[in-house]
């Protein structure tokens, strides 16, 4: 099955700096790949995903880049603010067949100083 | 408004009991799911279900039990099988190859 490698498990970045997260996977079958924030005691929120049709997505703050070759995505937050503060997860997940559920990285605590 | 809803919050557990968990969407969703969440550990799936009346073990299905008689919902029960339910269980649901929307969660504590 696939497997998928979420790093750091805590970044901190001052406010107003860039933030990089970064996952692999192992599957290469795999061919989507969601960035989920959550926050404390909520469920988890899509922020931004990538098929593997594509190299990068960018939506404002957060963009989404993907190396198919190397098998790794990576989401990048720039002009960090502090309510990007949360725990961000990676996923990965084959989406040629049925509704499969996804495989996700272990998480990502982003603290953003003040 | 759409949306999917767990309940309750919060549920507390005698060792032995067997509990349900409640999930509700009116998206309209034809896949629902289940996963876990524990500290540092991310999420892990339970069950899936991509249509009424079926539904698939996912990589932690022991101890676990769910149905799917109707298309908004999908009810997992804890069972005392389950030697370590403390966690926090997250519902899911989705259409096509779309992403997951994910529920506000039921926080599960064994006392």
């Known amino acids: 099955g696939e497997n998928v490698e979420q790093h750091p498990s805590t970044l901190s970045v001052q406010e107003g700096d860039s933030a990089v997260i970064k996952c692999t996977y192992s599957d290469s079958a795999s061919n989507y790949f969601p960035w989920y924030k959550q926050e404390l005691g909520k469920g988890p929120q899509l922020i931004i995903d990538?098929?593997?049709?594509?190299g990068e997505k960018k939506d404002q703050r957060i963009a989404v880049t993907l190396n198919k070759t190397a098998k790794h995505f990576s989401l990048h937050i720039t002009e960090t603010q502090p309510e990007d503060s949360a725990v961000y997860f990676c996923?990965?997940?084959?989406?040629?067949?049925?509704?499969?559920?996804?495989?996700f990285g272990k998480g990502t605590h982003l603290i953003i100083q003040p | 408004d759409g949306g999917i809803t767990q309940s309750p919050k919060y549920l507390f557990r005698k060792e032995g009991q067997n509990v349900t968990l409640s999930c509700e969407q009116n998206?309209?969703?034809?896949?629902m799911y289940w996963y876990r969440q524990d500290p540092g550990q991310g999420l892990r799936l339970i069950y899936y279900s991509q249509i009424v009346n079926d539904f698939q073990k996912g990589d932690i299905a022991e101890g676990y039990s769910v149905s799917r008689e109707k298309k908004e919902s999908f009810p997992l029960t804890v069972t005392s099988a389950q030697k370590n339910p403390t966690a926090f269980y997250l519902c899911?649901?989705?259409?096509?190859?779309?992403?997951?929307?994910f529920g506000s969660g039921t926080r599960l504590t064994v006392v």
């Open positions: 996923a990965a997940r084959y989406s040629g067949g049925g509704a499969d559920g996804l495989t």
């Open positions: 899911a649901s989705s259409i096509g190859s779309r992403s997951h929307t």
């Open positions: 990538i098929r593997s049709n594509v």
């Open positions: 998206l309209n969703h034809d896949a």
